[in-house]
């Protein structure tokens, strides 16, 4: 295992966010009618914006973990960047089937089904865990991922999200959750 997290520099500034924040892209009635669809593609093109997102999420657990779970698929792009930033590991959360042998898989429902997300067994017990995702919708799969990893054998020490969508009351399901920006 290797040390605790550490910052690699201070926590954004309001100015960088509502830069991040203003790279967002909205795609009306997408995926369906009356949906305004967030895309944060541009933020994560954009070198700046994407440092700020990525120490803007670690930044309130700075120094509490040592592995940075990502929940595929977005989620790897910024948990990988917020482990390279603090010298941490990370952990892939997968859909399932893509990981030959995993050591958990959790299934949990959706609102039109189930889903299956598996880790594999790279962990050790002494591992404090950060997950991060790109956006909190339902909760279903950020309840998942606490599980798997508390099912891992390890302590989950935070969660955080780019963008919570406050409406779908994801954190009635998904547990405490920091997320950076809401619509």
């Known amino acids: 295992m290797t040390g605790a997290s550490r910052p690699s520099s201070s926590a954004p500034t309001a100015g960088q966010l509502a830069h991040a924040r203003s790279l967002f892209a909205v795609t009306p009635d997408f995926p369906e009618p009356g949906v305004f669809f967030q895309d944060i593609s541009p933020v994560l093109a954009d070198p700046a914006a994407l440092r700020t997102v990525a120490e803007g999420l670690f930044a309130p657990f700075a120094g509490g973990f040592d592995m940075v779970a990502g929940i595929e698929a977005r989620g790897f792009t910024l948990a990988g960047m917020i482990a390279a930033l603090t010298g941490t590991g990370f952990l892939p959360i997968r859909k399932a089937g893509k990981l030959p042998a995993p050591g958990g898989r959790v299934e949990y429902t959706l609102e039109y089904g189930t889903a299956v997300i598996e880790a594999p067994d790279v962990l050790n017990p002494e591992h ?13 799969t950020l309840a998942a991922s606490r599980e798997l990893i ?21 954190r009635e399901i998904s547990g405490e959750v920091h997320a950076l920006f809401h619509a």
């Open 128 to 140: 404090r865990v950060l997950i991060v995702d790109d956006v909190l919708a339902t909760g279903g």
């Open 150 to 170: 508390g099912q891992l054998g390890c302590q989950v020490t935070g969660a955080a999200v780019v963008l919570e969508i406050e409406a779908l009351r994801g």
